[in-house]
């Protein structure tokens, strides 16, 4: 049967493995961007025979996008199997708590954690009818709580509210067929994590995409670091 899965920010670095690696578990891969020249191309580069991959423009701060998403699954698949909630931006490398525009604070939030939670509440539906859904938001360690410090305070906050989220949604749909995890993908060599981190994207997503495929009585609610080990 027909798997379908949603990438968000699937143009470059974690989302564009994330999306290569599904395809080729047989996913049919909605590989989505905010700019559709751009993510074409990304996702042009990915196509080669055995693989699935349809484009499909999302900005995850649009709200009409989000509805337009959900519409578009109902249509052509009546299905959505698999939701990873990757897009997400870092502005605050060099902010300070003590500092920082607050303006700043919103347009992350807006984006790494509104933007996620709107994505996840245009598949939820589907999921729902089909007693079936994976959703995997792509955290950070900066969002831990345990480990909660100084620095990149709206990325932060940002994340440390979408594992709030995470834990909402899991408690809501436990009696559905529906799993919603967070996992912290490392520091991963990308645009975002810079050419010093510590992983490739493929080592990372190594550590993610089990997620994917967690059986029907899988965790739910938690926040992993890898198959392992869960920070909760
Ligand atoms: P990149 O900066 O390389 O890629 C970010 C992606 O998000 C791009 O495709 C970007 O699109 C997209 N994006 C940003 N804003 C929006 C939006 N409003 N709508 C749709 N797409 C958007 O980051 P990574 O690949 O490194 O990060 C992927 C995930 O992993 C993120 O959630 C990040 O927080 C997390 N992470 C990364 C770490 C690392 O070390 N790299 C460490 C811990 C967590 P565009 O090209 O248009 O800007």
Do not use: C
């Not at 559709?36 to 649009?62: P, Q, W």
């Not at 900066?142 to 509210?161: E, N, V």
Request: positive net charge; aromatic residues 8%; hydrophobic residues 40%.
């Amino acid at each position: 049967m027909e798997q379908v899965a949603v990438v968000t920010g699937a143009n470059r670095g974690i989302g564009l493995e994330i999306s290569k690696r599904l395809a080729d578990l047989g996913f049919t891969v909605i590989f989505t961007a905010r700019d559709e020249e751009k993510g074409r191309k990304a996702m042009n580069s990915l196509l080669k025979s055995g693989r699935k991959l349809v484009f499909f423009k999302l900005d995850v701060t649009d709200k009409t996008d989000g509805i337009r998403l959900s519409q578009f699954l109902e249509k052509e698949y009546g299905r959505v199997d698999v939701l990873f909630n990757n897009a997400a931006i870092l502005p605050d490398e060099n902010e300070s708590a003590v500092s920082i525009d607050l303006s700043l604070v919103s347009k992350t939030f807006e984006t790494n954690t509104v933007g996620a939670f709107r994505v996840a509440q245009s598949v939820i539906s589907l999921m729902k009818k089909n007693n079936y859904g994976r959703i995997i938001n792509i955290s950070s360690g900066l969002g831990a709580l345990s480990s909660m410090g100084g620095g990149y305070p709206a990325y932060r906050i940002s994340k440390a509210s979408l594992n709030a989220i995470t834990k909402m949604l899991a408690d809501e749909l436990s009696h559905f067929n529906i799993l919603v995890n967070s996992v912290d993908p490392g520091w991963v060599k990308t645009d975002m994590g810079g050419p010093n981190a510590s992983k490739t994207a493929a080592q990372a997503v190594d550590n993610i995409l089990w997620l994917a495929q967690l059986p029907d009585n899988g965790p739910s609610g938690k926040f992993f670091r890898n198959k392992e080990e869960a920070l909760w």
